[in-house]
Structures are given as structure tokens and as C-alpha cells.
């Protein structure tokens, strides 16, 4: 297994892939249209964000989308990791963590001195990001009304 930056050759690949990964990430909330992951991702790819894939014989196994943000507080500019995602087929051989660690050290490089995630509270994902010194900054909370 590699990991690598992802070259343009790689994008429709894994845009395709992404309605499933958003899927999966929201736990079975939200199935969104190609239309819509591109909408989503190309600014962030427009703003000097992209990948890192793990392949193995010319296939994709997974990746990370890794960008920044502001801290909407004190502006200063962050790490972000906006979507993390493993194929079905490949998920327990601990290539979720080789991609972060490919993420956080880019973030390390750049001199980046924090880097922040989103996931839903429910998703197992939260138990390897925690292992790997993520805490618990915000919650966000929702009440359904229907």
C-alpha cells in the first residue's frame, strides 16, 4: 500500500466514489447527487486543498481531503480535514490512520499548529481519531422537529 498526493487523473475516481464516502460518513443520513460532492469539493480544491490516496496495485483504497480554515474566532488560519474515507472492501487494515498520519504530517511541514476534523458523534472513526490525540473542542447539537 502507497500513499500519495492525488493527481488530477485521480479526481474523477474519487468523485465518484464520494457520494458513497459522504454516505457512509453521515452514517446513512444523506446520499448527495455528483452534482453536489462537486459543488462541495471544488472550492476547497480551488483554495489549495487536495488529496492524499492510499492505492495498492492501481487502485484506490481510500483518502483524505486535506485543507484550511480560519478559526472563526481568532482568524488564524488552521489545518482542516474535511473528509476521510476508507472503500468497504479495504477498511480494517489500518489504512484510516496511515492517511491521517499523511495528513498531520503535511500540516507539521506547512508549520501548521493546529489541525481540526468534523464527524458525526455516532461514527467509529471518532474512537481512531481519539487514539490519535483528537479531542473533543465543539459539539454541535441538533433537535428534530419532525
Known sequence: MNIRKADHSDLNAILSLSPQAIFDGTLGEVMPSSEKVESLVQPLLDKGGFYFIAEAKDEILGWVLVGTTKDQFTEKQIGFIYELYIRQQHRGK????????????????????????????????????????????????????E
Open 94 to 145: 489500518g489504512h484510516s490512520k496511515r492517511l491521517m498520519n499523511a495528513a498531520i504530517e503535511h500540516f507539521q511541514k506547512e508549520g501548521y499548529a493546529e489541525v481540526r476534523l468534523s464527524a458525526k458523534a455516532e461514527n467509529p472513526a471518532v474512537h481512531m481519531y481519539e487514539n490519535m490525540g483528537f479531542t473533543t473542542r465543539s459539539v454541535t447539537m441538533c433537535l428534530n422537529l
